[in-house]
């Protein structure tokens, strides 16, 4: 082994503790309860949001997942669509969570099992009352049919394609749009695909998708898709379709292995432009 390389794995070990050690942790019983506490504020702000809005009103509602902590890319992701989807829908209600490295205090709930669970309750719990639309990014590492949760260098059990199917089929046929980046993303595609939902993912079944370094700002298909190239007054698809050609052109620049984004787009939702389906 050459210097070097030694070097290097040096330096990644002591990241690596230097993440374990510093960030908060779902082992610890103080964050847990304040990551409880910021959640349940998130979900009391929805709520009055849509109890207060004209019952004309069509409610749309994002939630971003991002669920790894050993990248910045997955919580820059989340905030990126936010900050896009808001632009097209000022009154678009959000729910964020990240398990994102925090050095002095949480800013946002953990990203696992135990906070996308009761939160995919409560938005079954809003579907059966409001006329909702739900916009749904997980960015996190991946493998097929892994969608991996890991804080503060450790893991956490990962959502699989059994849970996402269980929570979005309890929304009934509120209108979904389900972004996935992450590698082999793709793996979801089938157990996933529906009438009333349309299905994004950074990776074909069996590829890798990047992006997703630790210093980088976003993942390679998050930043294309809600890019500089965005535009609402086009389908799902046709951002889609110019953000898989966007991809494409960084990977082989990169002379990366083509990722090979997929969708599911049923015919009933095919036609309509992100800012038709996202307004009130």
């Not at 942790?25 to 009391?44: C, G, M, V």
């Not at 509120?174 to 980046?181: A, D, F």
Request: hydrophobic share 45%; glycine share 4%; proline share 5%.
């Amino acid at each position: 082994m050459n210097l070097q390389k030694l070097k290097r794995i040096v330096l990644l070990g002591g990241l690596a503790l230097l993440l374990s050690a510093c960030a908060l942790s779902p082992k610890s019983a103080e964050s847990r309860i304040t990551s409880d506490e910021l959640l349940a504020q998130q979900l009391a702000t929805v709520e009055k949001a849509f109890e207060t809005a004209p019952r004309s009103e069509h409610l749309v509602l994002y939630l971003g997942s991002a669920q790894h902590s050993q990248s910045l890319a997955f919580q820059g992701d989340v905030l990126l669509v936010q900050k896009r989807l808001t632009a097209v829908n000022p009154k678009l209600q959000s729910i964020i969570l990240s398990n994102q490295l925090q050095t002095a205090k949480l800013v946002y709930p953990f990203a696992t099992l135990h906070t996308l669970t009761p939160t995919f309750a409560r938005i079954a719990a809003w579907s059966k009352k409001y006329p909702l639309t739900l916009v749904l990014l997980v960015a996190t590492h991946g493998a097929v049919d892994v969608l991996s949760s890991n804080v503060a260098n450790d893991y956490y059990a990962p959502v699989q394609s059994n849970h996402l199917r269980a929570w979005l089929e309890a929304l009934g046929d509120t209108p979904t749009v389900v972004i996935l980046s992450a590698c082999y993303s793709g793996s979801f595609v089938p157990a996933l695909a529906a009438a009333n939902r349309i299905v994004l993912t950074a990776a074909a079944a069996d590829r890798n998708s990047f992006g997703c370094s630790y210093r980088d700002d976003n993942t390679h298909f998050i930043g294309e898709l809600f890019g500089g190239s965005f535009n609402p007054d086009n389908t799902w698809q046709q951002n889609f379709e110019a953000a898989r050609r966007g991809v494409e052109r960084k990977e082989q620049a990169l002379r990366f292995t083509a990722s090979n984004p997929t969708s599911s787009v049923p015919g009933a939702l095919a036609d309509r432009t992100i800012a038709d389906f996202l307004k009130p």
